[in-house]
């Protein structure tokens, strides 16, 4: 009983053989996916998996690296696919200062994920949130436009202090394959501490493999690895796990069904 809150299907890597990774993934517990768009193209076709796959559902939107030379032809065009029911969040959204060095495009990111944050408000969606290396400006970003909402801290990878200040604002805690890595101190500490009801876990595959696989293409049947380490780190039963963060997330996504 778990949901994948941060995937990749609609990655060319995964999407050519998907209905095997969908039924491999089954088979460890996965019995929901939110497909992540950030860009055009993915967010297009993250609503297609959503509507082939029953347990599929997709979020819609650009990724910080993503925003410099889109149109707003194509911006409004995603954007109107936010009415389709089975798009459930805003995302990927945020910054990222490790790829993004030039302050001026670093500006031009605010401006886009503060935006796309005020359109989900609108649209009365959650987001899901990109952060790398980008903490300070994204937090006081968060604290002066709020996502009504609610959203997702997607692989978080900041302290316990900035946890408990996203927390306050209505975020959930999304871990994934850095949870695992055998020198991830603080997301360790973060999957002991974090509260249960506010807890999420995700493969961003094809990115971000657990250990022992990290390095490699990371397949959706790879978030058992990371349950079975947030279970050890908070000697919790693994059922108890499945099933609070499987709730989390469905109560994030106003999924009824």
């Known amino acids: 009983m778990i949901f994948d809150t941060h995937c990749h299907l609609n990655d060319p890597e995964i999407y050519k053989d998907i209905e095997l990774h969908i039924e491999e993934a089954a088979k460890v517990g996965v019995k929901s996916f939110l497909v992540i768009g950030y860009d055009k193209e993915s967010s297009l076709l993250a609503v297609k998996i959503a509507h082939k796959y029953p347990n599929c559902y997709a979020a819609i939107g650009f990724h910080p690296t993503e925003i410099f030379d889109l149109s707003e032809k194509d911006y409004d065009e995603v954007m109107a696919l936010a009415k389709d029911p089975k798009v459930k969040a805003i995302g990927e959204i945020g910054l990222d200062y490790h790829w993004i060095k030039d302050p001026l495009q670093r500006e031009i990111q605010k401006e886009y ?27 006081a970003i968060l604290k002066e ?16 202090e900035t946890m408990k200040e996203l927390l306050k604002l209505g975020m959930y805690i999304s871990l994934g394959g850095p949870v695992t890595f055998t020198n991830a101190k603080t997301p360790k500490e973060v999957a002991e501490t974090c509260p249960l009801d506010r807890l999420l876990v995700e493969t961003d595959c094809p990115y971000l493999a657990p250990h022992p696989l990290r390095g490699t293409v990371n397949y959706p049947k790879n978030i058992a690895l990371v349950v079975d380490e947030i279970t050890r780190l908070r000697e919790e039963s693994r059922k108890h796990i499945e099933e609070a963060t499987y709730q989390n997330a469905r109560r994030l996504l106003n999924i009824d069904e």
Request: aromatic content about 12%.
């Open 113 to 139: 994920f503060i935006r796309q944050i005020e359109f989900a408000n609108y649209v009365g969606l959650p987001i899901s949130i990109h952060n790398r290396e980008s903490t300070e400006d994204c937090l």
């Open 145 to 160: 436009y709020p996502p009504v909402k609610g959203g997702i801290m997607h692989c978080y990878s900041g302290s316990i």
